[in-house]
């Protein structure tokens, strides 16, 4: 941090700049009176400035903020981590380009650790754009870090099918009966990692990365519940991970929420086969929890102050 500051004086100098005025309201009328009567506007600077240096310092220096991974975060690495080299993976991609801001990051991640175990990974989709998140991520990490991996030996993507939950209840006891072709309008007797490939109970890991409906609910009643074999886990948006805890952890062996959940499993993933100086892609979710610890840490210390301000002049009413 000191030698970023030292190389970085300008962006201090400007930020000493803009505070020199709230500095000497301060020292003019008081701490307490200048909080007081305090213009929003100087909170709305702060906050400029708790979202843009982290960004900044991040950019410029290519460093993350320490992050410890929770409990729930171990528990899905786990799950992968565990499994042997050449081991069937279902990898559902339910999401669009809406919520991608938090889950491709996870996504990614999973493809990482996946390629890095020597997986078999078969790729699908229950939304309309789930392809095309499918092959970001396959252009994105499989192709230019993995160039052993082979389309149809080692991961092949099945494409969308359209009926929502109706599309996990058959194939969970027939896959052929939906799935013909692959997206590239290969015939599954073509495709030599289908070669025995029936249903998804043979998978050993389903990997669901949702947005909404169809996707971690729809997984969990219709594959995880009736099917005990099966272990599923998950990364969702922040607004459905609460929907989806009471499923852990025996039908939802592991999840991620949000991009918090993302920065947590990159952890992870990093520490283990990620090297000394891993790629940017595979930090995305540690790069932008940075702005999000600050920002809150600021708006913790504001709540705080606020409450102070209420405090001391309800006493002073009270004397």
């Known amino acids: 941090m000191g030698d970023f500051l030292r190389d970085q ?3 201090v100098a400007i930020f000493i700049g803009t505070l020199v005025p709230l500095v000497r309201r301060f020292a003019s009328v008081g701490a307490m009176e200048a909080l007081r009567t305090l213009d929003r506007r100087w909170i709305f600077l702060l906050m400029l400035w708790s979202v843009l240096f982290p960004i900044y ?64 990974m078969y790729f699908m989709s229950l939304w309309p754009v789930g392809p095309q998140m499918v092959q970001n991520t396959v252009d994105k990490v499989i192709r230019p870090d993995y160039p052993r991996l082979v389309y149809g030996q080692d991961y092949v993507n099945l494409g969308y099918k359209s ?17 013909t072709t692959d997206s590239r309008g290969t015939a599954m007797q073509d495709i030599p990692m289908m070669n025995g490939i029936t249903s998804v109970q043979q998978m050993k890991l389903i990997i669901n990365v949702s ?40 039908q939802l062996r592991g999840l991620l929420g949000a991009i918090k959940g ?34 809150h840490l600021l708006i913790i210390m504001l709540i705080l102050v606020a409450n102070f301000l209420y405090f001391a002049d309800k006493r002073a009413v009270g004397r």
Not at 211 to 236: F, R
């Open 262 to 295: 993302a920065a947590e499993y990159e952890k992870l993933v990093i520490d283990t086969y990620g090297g000394p100086n891993p790629d940017p892609k595979y930090l995305e979710g540690l790069r932008r929890m940075g702005p999000q610890l600050v920002a």
């Open 57 to 120: 310092f991040i950019g410029v220096t290519g460093r993350t903020f320490p992050e410890l991974p929770s409990a729930l975060a171990h528990s899905t690495f786990d799950e992968l981590d565990r499994l042997a080299p050449g081991d069937p993976v279902l990898l559902s991609f339910d999401y669009d380009p809406a919520s991608e801001g938090e889950l491709q990051p996870m996504a990614t991640a999973f493809v990482k650790h996946c390629a890095e175990k020597k997986l078999k």
């Open 163 to 179: 009926g929502n939950e109706a599309v996990i209840r058959v194939i969970t006891t027939n896959i052929r009966e939906l799935y």
């Open 211 to 250: 947005a909404g409906y169809p996707g971690v609910k729809e997984w969990v009643q219709y594959a995880a519940t009736p099917y005990a074999t099966l272990h599923l886990v998950a990364g969702t948006t922040g607004v459905q991970a609460p929907l989806v805890y009471p499923y852990v952890p025996r």
């Open 9 to 11: 004086w300008w962006v």
